[in-house]
């Protein structure tokens, strides 16, 4: 069965600091990948998505994304964050076979320090 | 440009009592729509899909149910809520076939006491 890891719960990050949040997936057929932002009691925002092409994806707020087929990860990072940018970050993929359904991620909290 | 609304934002209902959450998408036609939970500190759950009119598909057994009886209207209920079915409710559409990404409500924040 297809699966989403975030390994990391929480990242602590000082303001205007590099970020990467980790995302692996496994997956033995082809993979759509997303990342979306979800800020304290709102809906999630979709920031980045992989369907084919370049492995280098740029999405809103200055994110962008690599696909990694042989590592199977798909880590986001931002090369200076803002205070912001504090929210929850999950990490998803489409589900195989003839369906929109998506697997996410049990979500990374980026706590942004000033 | 394509809008989706939840309502209510908040609800707080005792146990046993009955729950109608709603969802509405503008400026598409035939989404797929889909309810999530999320419960406090945790990811999201996948509780219903839907691919059209009076079409639905449940993830997990639970006493929540949920309709479809316009095109792009959703609904969410339940006849007697518990106190676990606390959490966030999100409701989500997607596209027709080769888009695969999901758009999400402001959600609904439901406290059961």
């Known amino acids: 069965a297809q699966s989403v890891t975030q390994l990391d719960s929480q990242v602590p990050v000082f303001e205007e600091a590099p970020v990467e949040l980790r995302c692996n997936y496994s997956s033995s057929v082809s993979v759509y990948l997303f990342w979306y932002v979800q800020y304290p009691n709102q809906g999630l925002q979709l920031l980045l998505k992989y369907l084919s092409g370049s492995t280098l994806v740029k999405g809103i707020n200055g994110f962008e994304a690599e696909f990694n087929k042989s590592q199977t990860s798909f880590h986001l990072r931002k090369p200076s964050v803002h205070i912001s940018d504090t929210a929850e970050y999950f990490c998803a993929v489409k589900r195989s076979g003839a369906t929109n359904k998506l697997i996410f991620g049990t979500g990374t909290l980026l706590a942004v320090q000033p | 440009s394509q809008t989706i609304h939840q309502w209510p934002a908040t609800l707080v209902q005792p146990v046993g009592s009955p729950l109608s959450l709603e969802c509405t998408v503008e400026?598409?036609?035939?989404?797929?729509l889909y309810w999530y939970r999320q419960a406090a500190g945790r990811g999201l759950q996948l509780l219903f899909y839907?691919?059209?009119?009076?079409?639905i598909s449940s993830e997990v057994p639970q006493n929540l149910s949920a309709s479809r009886p316009q095109d792009r209207q959703f609904i969410l209920s339940s006849k007697k809520l518990l106190l676990s079915d606390s959490g966030f409710y999100l409701c989500?559409?997607?596209?027709?076939?080769?888009?695969?990404?999901?758009?999400f409500g402001p959600g609904t924040r439901l406290t059961v006491t």
């Open positions: 400026g598409t036609s035939n989404p797929n």
């Open positions: 839907s691919v059209g009119i009076g079409q």
């Open positions: 989500a559409w997607s596209g027709g076939q080769g888009t695969y990404e999901q758009y």
